[in-house]
C-alpha cells in the first residue's frame, strides 16, 4: 500500500512539475522547469533560481561543463529527497551530465528511467526520448536512433518548435542516409529545410536585412548538421559520409551566422569533420600478413583513391555553398575554407604515390588523372592563410574522439 501511495506521489510531482512551467502563478516550479529546458537548448542558461541548494548547485555546474560535480550535486539532493517535484528532471539532468563525460550507456539509462516515470509529464518524456537518439548515435547504432526518434516524434508538440520541425527531420534524414535508405532520407531533409525556412520566415518577417539573429537559429543549424557524435572509420566510410554532403552545409550556415558560440562550434566541427576525413584516408588499416603484399597494397590503394574522390566531392559541395562575399568574410569562415583547400591538398598528393614494387597500369593512371581533372585545384592563398594562422597557434592537438569530454551541445 504504501508502495503505491509513494508511485502515485512520484507521477503526481512529476506532473505538478510540467503544469507549473506553463502557469504563472507557480514561478518556483516554472523555474525549474525552465532551468532543464534551458540545459537541453542551451547550456550557457541562467541557472535555476528555485530548488533545493543541490539541485541549483547541479544546474550551474551542468552549465559550467563540471559534468563530475553536476553529477555528484543531482545524486546529493536525490539521496537526500528521492521523491520531491524535482526528481525526475534532476535524473534527466544527470544523463546530461553523463552525456558530456561521454559515459552514453550511463546516460541511456537515466533517460529511459525519465521515460518510465512520466507518463504525466510529457514534455519531460518527450525530451528524454529525443536524448535517447544522441545515446545510440554516438554507440553507432542507427537502427535504435531512428526508432527513438519516431518515438519523440508521436510527441512532437511537447518538443520546442525548431526541434520539432527543423533539427529533428534532418537528423532522421541523416541515420536513414548512413544505413543507405536514400528515399526516407531525402524526405526527411525535405522537411527539415521547410521547417527551418518556416522559422525563419517568423523570425525575420520575410525582411532579414539589419535584424538580429535569434539565438536559437545557430543552434538549430549547428544541430542539423552536427556529426561529432558518429566516427569516421575506414571499414564503414562511404556510409558514413554519404549524409555528410547535405549536413555540413547547415553547419556553414550557422557558422556564416557568426552569431556566438553556435557558429564558433559549427566552424569548429566542419573542421574537425575534415581534419577526420583525412586521418582515415591517409592511414589505411594494415594489411593481412597471410595476403600478397602487392596485391593488397593494389586493393588499399584503389580503395583509398575511391575515398580520395569522395572527400573532395565533399569539399566541391561545401565550397560551392559559399555564401557570395557581399563584405569581407570573418575570419571564422576563412579559416573553414582555408584549413579545406589544405586538406584537399594533401589528398590530391595521395593520388601521385606509387604502389611499391609496382608501376601504375594504365586503368590506374587514366583514374588518377579523372579525379584530379574534377577537382578545382586549392586556393594558395586560403592555404598560406591557414599557414600563417596555424603557425602562430602553434602545434594543432589531434582530433579528439568522437565520444569525448566535450559537452553534448557544443
Not at 64 to 91: C, H, M, N, R
Not at 174 to 191: L, P, S
Not at 217 to 245: C, K, N, V
Request: hydrophobic share 40%; aromatic share 8%.
Amino acid at each position: 500500500m504504501m508502495d503505491r501511495m509513494r508511485g502515485a506521489g512520484v507521477a503526481r510531482a512529476c506532473f505538478i512539475l510540467i503544469v507549473a512551467a506553463s502557469s504563472v502563478s507557480c514561478a518556483l516550479l516554472r523555474s525549474t522547469v525552465g532551468a532543464a529546458m534551458g540545459i537541453f537548448e542551451d547550456p550557457r542558461s541562467q541557472a535555476a533560481a528555485g530548488g533545493p541548494m543541490s539541485y541549483r548547485r547541479g544546474v550551474r555546474q551542468l552549465e559550467q561543463e563540471d559534468y563530475k560535480g553536476a553529477i555528484t550535486a543531482f545524486e546529493e539532493g536525490l539521496q537526500a529527497e528521492p521523491t520531491s517535484p524535482y526528481t525526475q528532471v534532476a535524473v534527466y539532468n544527470t544523463g546530461r551530465a553523463l552525456e558530456g563525460l561521454g559515459r552514453w550507456a550511463e546516460a541511456e539509462q537515466k533517460y529511459r528511467d525519465v521515460v518510465r516515470a512520466t507518463a504525466r509529464a510529457p514534455k519531460l518524456q518527450a525530451l528524454a526520448l529525443y536524448r535517447l537518439s544522441f545515446c545510440y548515435e554516438a554507440r553507432n547504432d542507427d537502427t535504435r536512433t531512428v526508432a527513438a526518434l519516431m518515438d519523440a516524434r508521436t510527441r512532437v508538440h511537447h518538443l520546442p518548435e525548431e526541434i520539432a520541425i527543423a533539427e529533428m527531420p534532418a537528423r532522421l534524414a541523416a541515420a536513414y542516409a548512413r544505413v543507405g535508405n536514400i528515399d526516407e532520407a531525402m524526405k526527411y531533409y525535405a522537411q527539415g529545410e521547410v521547417g527551418i525556412s518556416r522559422l525563419r520566415n517568423q523570425a525575420y518577417g520575410g525582411e532579414g536585412g539589419g535584424r538580429a539573429v535569434p539565438e536559437w537559429l545557430p543552434r538549430t543549424l549547428y544541430h542539423m548538421g552536427r556529426m561529432s557524435l558518429r566516427t569516421i572509420a575506414w571499414g564503414d566510410f562511404e556510409d558514413t559520409l554519404r549524409p555528410i554532403e547535405r549536413t555540413q552545409l547547415y553547419l556553414l550556415q550557422a557558422a556564416e551566422l557568426e552569431a556566438g558560440a553556435y557558429s564558433r562550434e559549427a566552424a569548429r566541427e566542419l573542421i574537425r569533420v575534415y581534419a577526420e576525413i583525412w586521418n582515415v584516408v591517409s592511414t589505411p588499416p594494415p594489411a593481412d600478413p597471410a595476403d600478397d603484399p602487392v596485391t593488397a597494397k593494389r586493393a588499399t590503394q584503389d580503395r583509398q583513391w575511391s575515398f580520395v574522390e569522395k572527400a573532395l566531392e565533399l569539399s566541391r559541395a561545401l565550397k560551392a555553398a559559399r555564401a557570395p562575399a557581399e563584405k569581407d568574410r570573418s575570419a571564422q569562415v576563412e579559416e573553414i575554407f582555408a584549413f579545406v583547400a589544405n586538406q584537399e591538398k594533401k589528398l590530391l598528393r595521395l593520388l601521385d604515390q606509387p604502389l611499391e614494387g609496382s608501376g601504375l597500369t594504365p586503368e590506374a593512371k587514366a583514374r588518377r588523372e579523372r579525379i584530379r581533372g574534377r577537382v578545382v585545384e586549392p586556393d594558395d592563398a586560403l592555404e598560406k592563410a591557414y599557414e600563417k594562422k596555424a603557425g602562430k597557434r602553434g602545434p594543432q592537438p589531434s582530433v579528439p574522439a568522437a565520444s569525448g569530454g566535450g559537452d553534448p551541445n557544443l
